[in-house]
DNA sequence: GTCTATAACGAGATAGAC
DNA sequence: GTCTATCTCGTTATAGAC
């Protein structure tokens, strides 16, 4: 109890510095983001960011650690005992509700890919690729029961990241060409709606 | 003639800092390259860079520029004659083919989009937003006419937008689970065929 | 146009008092 | 644990010779 009353501060300030360091990596980078800016957001002198967290390295890392588990979440509920019409639906709902609710995460995400992922490179090899297998033997199985149409699997899966994910990563386009976000509930729906059409109906079996 | 001679040194390698630039600032991006790397890359002095360009900022912008017009020119393409499914498939593989042939031009694209690309956001504004109202009125026609299932051709125009840059941005990831990148030359068919096939049986009409 | 030298600054990281 | 002060280095940009 004592324990815990006196951890939760620190805990509160490494998690504010977290939530900080995310809301400016991923609109500047790693090297467009001074230590300072992330410490005077978190409310922290940048001396005690730095007692936190070692360097600012480091910081990133921890801020890409809790961030790839985001990510992960919905794939990992992608489910082999449903529907898979069912399945492909929910999982594209899913994964806009993360685009929508962690449009930083998805960004930095999007960021530390380009520039190849140095830092969580092995994890990434690792945690996805064993994922990523499995859930395309389950759609290649549905296919195999004439359930869905014979696409690649792997093609369908980077169709369906890279549209869930546009509309984070490019939100300031979105919004330029049509005046909305996923912030808007109206939008999102219309959103999920017309992604889920045109997947469900290109992967529907004849 | 002897105009033409002189300006041609100057032209390449005023071309050749702006390839380097935009290889490194694709990688790396503004604030992660330095002056000195992109001079070294283009084999010429930091001090005679800074003579071609004012600053930093001013070679980046001039990089940006040029990008935007190879974003562009597929959708420029993108035309209204054509049989709706061909137009659509035709597209689809003129944008593999940029993300295949300049990736780093799409990479630092979507670098610049994050960042809620303050530099272009103008540019953006008005040159995009006129050519994509002008095809999704195309697209409106189509569907109208009963030769395309009738789903928002924002939402349509994301999802190849999506999709085609992802090859691209992406390729670390891509490269990992597939072991194989655009370059390869079945890896490339075997896309193209698969993201038509979703795409064109999803906007084929009933 | 191209180079060397250097000014000027910002940022990461550390030392040490409290 | 938290602060102030400071060291140190990398980087942009300029000055000025050739």
Redesign the interface.
């Known amino acids: 109890m004592t324990k815990k009353a006196a951890a939760a501060p620190v805990q509160n300030k490494r998690t504010a510095v977290l939530d900080a360091a995310l809301s400016l990596f991923?609109?500047?980078?790693?090297?467009?983001t001074s230590v300072d800016q992330v410490a005077a957001r978190a409310g922290v002198s940048k001396s005690n960011l730095l007692y936190y967290f070692a360097n600012k390295e480091e910081l990133y890392v921890c801020v890409l650690r809790d961030l790839l588990e985001v990510w992960l979440a919905p794939l990992r509920e992608f489910s082999a005992e449903q529907d898979p019409q069912q399945a492909i639906a929910d999982y594209i709902r899913r994964k806009l509700a993360v685009s929508r609710d962690s449009p930083e995460a998805s960004?930095l995400f999007?960021?530390e890919?380009?520039?190849?992922?140095p830092l969580i490179?092995d994890e990434?090899?690792r945690e996805?690729?064993g994922i990523?297998e499995h859930k395309s033997a389950v759609i290649r199985g549905w296919m195999d029961a004439g359930l869905l149409?014979r696409?690649?699997p792997?093609?369908?899966i980077?169709?369906i990241?890279?549209?869930t994910?546009?509309?984070a990563?490019?939100a300031?386009?979105?919004q330029?060409?049509?005046g909305r976000t996923l912030a808007n509930p109206e939008f999102f729906e219309?959103?999920v709606a017309?992604?889920q059409?045109?997947?469900?109906?290109?992967?529907?079996p004849r």
């Open positions: 991923s609109r500047f980078g790693l090297h467009g960004r999007c960021l890919m380009i520039q190849g992922a490179k990434l090899d996805l690729r990523v149409a696409v690649d792997e093609h369908l980077f169709m990241w890279a549209t994910q546009h509309y990563d490019f300031v386009q979105v330029a060409l049509t219309q959103t017309s992604v059409a045109v997947v469900l109906r290109g992967v529907r």
